[in-house]
């Protein structure tokens, strides 16, 4: 079975600075892909980036990045230079398994950005 | 481009009566998927289509639970009776082929069953 854990439930960060967002996963398939996810105060569920496991360079989309670790089974996203508009509930999810397309989520991790 | 859109965003009903929940994917994915959200729970997949078909239905709760896909516009999800237990939020979202298709999400549908 597949499980994604999110150690953080919450974090305060002062605007400006860089956030990482941990996130491990616990997988026996060899093939499998990561996503993280913003969810806003507003409720809509916002794909932010993707990781193949088989990718050899860490993805970057604009101010995020994840940075993966294989041999340690984990993708910690970071946002750099944070925003007040980055406060929001983040998700890391895993889609793998047998050919199983569903993601398993974290619990999520409550961002919070401070003036 | 249009994105996942769900329907309706808010139900209040009572126990007991039949909820519908819709949901039109984006054009030219091939996949659909329901989840629903609790705060107890998290995010938690009920059920998936690839070209209309039901690939994996073994997250729905239990036979109250319903969901079909006549076309590849259009998909419901059924709960008859309801139960108080479950109010959640409901997504609906859609991937086109590929592993690395990164699933988008609709507005989800908020469900509140008193």
């Known amino acids: 079975a597949q499980k994604i854990t999110q150690t953080q439930p919450g974090m305060f960060v002062q605007e400006k600075e860089a956030v990482t967002l941990d996130c491990t996963y616990d997988?026996?398939?060899?093939?499998?892909?990561l996503f993280w996810y913003k969810q806003p105060s507003s409720g809509e569920m916002i794909f932010l980036i993707y990781?193949?496991?088989?990718?050899?360079q860490n993805a970057t989309e604009g101010r995020y990045s994840l940075n993966f670790q294989k041999a340690r089974k984990s993708a910690n996203l970071v946002i750099s230079a944070s925003q007040l508009g980055d406060s929001a509930m983040y998700f890391c999810?895993?889609?793998?398994?047998?050919?199983?397309?569903?993601?398993?989520f974290g619990k999520g991790t409550h961002l919070i950005i401070q003036p | 481009d249009a994105g996942v859109i769900q329907s309706p965003r808010h139900e209040v009903t009572e126990m007991g009566q039949e909820v519908t929940l819709r949901c039109k994917p984006i054009?030219?994915?091939?996949?659909l998927f329901w989840y629903r959200q609790t705060m107890m729970r998290g995010l938690e997949l009920l059920i998936y289509?690839?070209?209309?078909?039901?690939?994996?239905d073994s997250g729905m709760p239990e036979d109250r639970f319903s969901a079909k896909m006549p076309n590849a516009s259009f998909s419901t999800l059924k709960i008859q009776p309801s139960e108080p237990r479950d109010s959640a939020v409901y997504f609906c979202?859609?991937?086109?082929?590929?592993?690395?298709?990164?699933?988008?999400f609709g507005d989800g549908t908020r469900l509140s069953i008193l």
């Open positions: 979202a859609s991937n086109e082929q590929g592993r690395n298709q990164p699933q988008h």
């Open positions: 990781q193949g496991s088989y990718d050899q």
């Open positions: 289509f690839n070209n209309n078909v039901p690939i994996d």
């Open positions: 999810a895993m889609r793998g398994g047998g050919g199983a397309d569903g993601l398993t």
């Open positions: 054009s030219g994915h091939d996949y």
């Open positions: 997988t026996s398939d060899p093939s499998y892909g």
